[in-house]
Every structure is written in C-alpha cells, then in structure tokens.
C-alpha cells in the first residue's frame, strides 16, 4: 500500500522540510455548539505543505477538514498550537493566502472585471495595469466575453471561475479551496478540475485542497492528507506518485491512480464509521 | 404590437384608482352625508388650492421638514444598523432599546416633544427623524446581519482592514435590504409629516387640512388628502426608480413568467 503510517506522518511533520511553506504544529480547535457544549472540531493537527507542493485534505463531512483551512487562512484562530506561513505564525488573513470559496463569495455588486480587479486595486495596482491582468487572468478562465456581466447572470461553474480569477490577481503564494467545486455538477465539476489543473502546471503555486471526493484528491494531487470523523484528526498522509501533466482519460485508464482511489476508499471503508445525517 | 396581457398591466395602476373614485362617487351619492363630498367635488377644488399660493408655501415648509428629517436618520440610522449587524455587543446593546421605542406611534410623542421643543420646524423634524430611524436601522441591521462571512473573508485576505470591509463590501452588500428600509422610512416620513402638524398646528399640509375640517370644508379635506396621497405616490415612484439603478445587480430577472401572471 503506497502510504505511512500515522506514526511516520507524524515523524514527518515534527522534521519538516526546509522548504515548508505551510507548517501546522499541533492543532487543536474547540468550537462551542449552540448548546453551550463544547465540541473537538480538530484534535491535535501536524501538517508540514512544501512550496509548490497540491495537497489535498480528504475527509467525510464534517471532520473539521474545512476549519483547518480557516486556521491557515487566518480567518480563525485555534483554540491551540499553531500555524506558521514561511515560519512566521499567521495572525489573521493576509494576501499570501488566497482563499476560494465553495460559496463562491463573489461580489454581486461588481462586474466580473471588477471583482477580478478588486485585489490588485486594494494592493495599490494602478487601475490600467490591474485591468489589463484582469482581462488576462478572466480569459484564462475560460470566461473572455464575461467580463461585464454580474455574478447573479452567471451559472455556478462560471462563479467559481471567477472566483478563481480573482483569487489569483492578487497573486497569492498558497491558494486555499474550501471544496470549490462541491456545488457543481459532476460535468461541470470535472470540467473545472481539469481547467484547475492547467492553470496550476504553468505557476505550481502551492495548493491546500479540501475535498470529499477521492477521485477529485487523486486526480489533483501531489498529498492526499487523511482525515477521520470527528474529532478530525490526521488519519493517514498518502503520497500521489502520478505522472504529470495528468490528463484525466489517460488517467481513468491508468491501473496505479486506480489503486490509489480504491485503497483510499477502502480505508474509508474499514474504518466503520458511523454515518452521520 | 403591444400583448393584451401587457396593456393590461401597464393600465391596472390607472384602472385601480379609476375604480377607487367610481366607488367613492357612488357610495357618497348613495350616503348622501355632508362630511362625505362625491370624488368629482373634492377634485373641482384641487385647481384652486393648489393655485393658492398659500398652499403652496405650507407644502414647501411641510416637504422642507420632512427632507431634513428623512436625511438625518437615514445618515444615522445606516451606520447605526451595520454596525448593529456585524458586531453581537452593539446589537444586544441598541437592540432592547430600539424594541422598546419601534411599537409607539411617534406622534403621541409630539405633545412632549412640543413641551420640550415648542411648536416650530425642530419639534416636527424630531418626530419625522424618529418615524424614519427604526425602519431604516431594522432593515440596514438584517441586512448587514445577512452578509455572507465568506465574502467579508475574501476581502480580508485581500488586505481590507476592518473598517474599509464595513464600508466597502458590508455596506453594498447589504444595500438591497437598506433600501427597502429607506423606502418604508420614506411614506413613515410623508405620515409623520402631516400627523406632527395635526398636533403642532402652525404650518404644512397638515395644519390646512385640520384647518378645512375645523371650518367644515369637507371638499377641501378630501380634496388635501388626494394632494397628499398623489405625493406620497411621487416620491414613492421617484424613490423607487433610485433603487433600482443602484441594487439592479440584486433584482431577480424576470425573465421567466411569474408563477400566478
């Protein structure tokens, strides 16, 4: 089986590399339910992500992968350890994370140029060269054509192009996407995956990934962190050794990506977990 | 070629108040009572009033106070109500209060006001000021209350300090529904407005149609109350039509038949 054990993910993270651009040391998050109980959301998260590495985190529903994400991002703080980017602790949210939304939160207000030129404007770009990056960035998305229209005028996959667009014009080291492509169809779904993909082979920003979908972990990354149900706690770190560029036909055919989905789901399965509603 | 359909709903407005003054003809034909002219009387007067320059000058002062006091609390009541919206010790702090002031019917504060304020501009304006307020600070509340978190969050991530969130995605974010406060603020205000100068009889619309009704000029009367409901008609249409400029990215389109047309 291509993976280690918890101990040696373990071992891995505390002689983290170097070149870490994220490190998560020890992290566990309380939240409080609105039954005043508290509830162990993340139990005590080790996680090193090399520069330019796309690592995925792959859990069912609820294990608090999502959260996770937050802390990096700096939206919310962990009730204890600590998250570093490039070996400083994150205090809050910052441009050198650049999150992308499953809820796409784009702007409805703004234009898709203008929700595009939102970063760079706020990061004192001039208004020509942002719009020029812009209009680059958007037809790089696949949405040349698009860029007067409003959000509310756009289908889901179209957003969350956008989103993805205006993510990137501020040009964030890390790209952090909280399931971006759980509200789509499965069509438009693998479209995006695939467009994901292309994008990422030309710059190899590092990628944190959270999803629910093996064949969406595989397929994209260079990681796959296993998480548990509740509390969410690292379960296994599995190592993608797939060729790229990968090409999902190529890839649907090749034996080795197949035994990753099987063996991950496998594992998913022998853990008896109850499923929760 | 205009469709039947429409025709039908670009007259419904005109046949609805053509309708209304068809009943009112007929039912003050058939109760025959003195303090209930027939629509056609109360209309023949309309000319004649509104060519008075008298009127006029009351209308003025009336629209004067009621711009003022519209103004004031939609700039208070605003940043009162995001706030309200984004931060749980504001909220917990205004909110009893404001529960407290929203049921009482802002004129039945007028004869303290006056007591305290006299009868002039200040007292009415005050009264106008808190008929506006609550519904604006509600509805600017609940709407920055329904911002999406994750949208406060990407602007976050893209270096927005706190205040430039509330101001640039809170704020916008949450127009739609400050709006639709400002226009319940704004027929609150036409109400207050003639309610203040029943109480605090000096001048406006208010005070010449109380002052019709005390001299038993009932024509006259009915004749202010069509004044006052075609303006609140105007405003209201000319309020509507800012709206819609500034929130048409949030209107549904309508482009598929209603259910029900």
């Known amino acids: ?277 | 070629m205009i469709s039947w359909r429409t025709l039908v709903t670009r007259l419904a407005p005109l046949l609805a108040s053509l309708g209304l003054l068809v009943i009112w003809q007929l039912a003050s034909l058939a109760l025959h009572n003195d303090s209930f002219p027939t629509a056609l009387e109360s209309i023949r007067v309309i000319p004649s009033l509104l060519g008075d320059p008298e009127t006029l000058i009351n209308f003025a002062a009336s629209l004067r106070r009621m711009a003022i006091g519209f103004a004031v609390a939609v700039a208070i009541s605003i940043p009162l109500g995001l706030l309200m919206g984004r931060s749980r010790a504001v909220a917990s702090f205004f909110n009893p209060l404001l529960m407290v002031i929203y049921p009482v019917p802002k004129a039945a504060l007028m004869p303290i006001i006056m007591l305290w304020l006299g009868v002039g501009d200040l007292a009415k304006t005050l009264v106008i000021f808190l008929g506006v307020s609550l519904p604006v600070i509600y509805h600017s509340f609940e709407g920055a209350k329904a911002v999406e978190e994750k949208m406060l969050w990407s602007g976050a991530a893209m270096g927005l300090s706190a205040a430039r969130r509330m101001v640039r995605i809170v704020l916008p974010a949450a127009l739609p529904e400050i709006l639709a406060g400002c226009r319940t603020g704004l027929v609150l205000a036409l109400i207050t407005m003639v309610t203040s100068e029943m109480i605090a009889r000096q001048s406006g619309a208010g005070n010449i149609l109380f002052n019709a009704l005390d001299m038993g000029q009932y024509d006259t009367v009915f004749a202010m109350i069509i004044i006052i409901g075609a303006l609140g008609i105007c405003l209201d249409a000319a309020f509507e039509r800012v709206r819609q400029r500034l929130v048409r990215w949030s209107d549904p389109q309508f482009d598929i038949p209603l259910s029900f047309s």
Not at chain 1, 24 to 51: E, G, M, W
């Open chain 1, 1 to 277: 089986m291509p993976s280690r054990s918890d101990l040696e993910a373990d071992a891995m993270a505390a002689a983290a590399p170097a070149t870490a651009m994220i490190e998560v040391d020890r992290v566990s998050q309380i939240f409080q339910t609105s039954s005043r109980k508290d509830h162990l959301a993340l139990s005590d998260i080790s996680l090193s992500v090399a520069d330019g590495a796309f690592v995925s985190i792959l859990g069912p529903s609820g294990c608090g992968k999502s959260t996770l994400l937050y802390i990096v991002g700096g939206f919310v703080s962990p009730t204890q350890g600590t998250a570093k980017m490039k070996g400083k602790p994150i205090a809050g949210p910052g441009p050198d994370r650049g999150p992308v939304f499953q809820e796409f939160a784009l702007f409805p207000w703004k234009s898709v140029l203008d929700n595009v030129m939102y970063g760079p404007r706020q990061q004192g770009v001039s208004h020509a060269e942002a719009e020029a990056q812009s209009r680059a960035l958007i037809e790089m998305v696949g949405l040349k054509g698009f860029e007067n229209f409003y959000p509310k005028e756009l289908s889901g996959g179209m957003k969350q192009r956008v989103a993805l667009a205006r993510t990137l014009a501020y040009h964030p080291e890390v790209l952090l996407m909280d399931e971006p492509f759980g509200a789509l169809d499965a069509h438009t779904r693998t479209r995006l995956q695939n467009d994901l993909l292309n994008i990422w082979e030309r710059d190899r920003k590092t990628v944190l990934f959270v999803t629910h979908s093996v064949e969406e972990a595989v397929f994209l990354s260079d990681r796959v962190v296993m998480m548990t149900r509740s509390p969410g706690r690292i379960r296994q770190i599995i190592d993608i050794d797939l060729p790229r560029p990968r090409r999902r036909t190529e890839l649907l055919l090749d034996p080795r990506y197949q035994k990753y989905v099987v063996d991950i789901e496998r594992m998913f399965d022998d853990s008896n977990e109850i499923e929760l509603p």
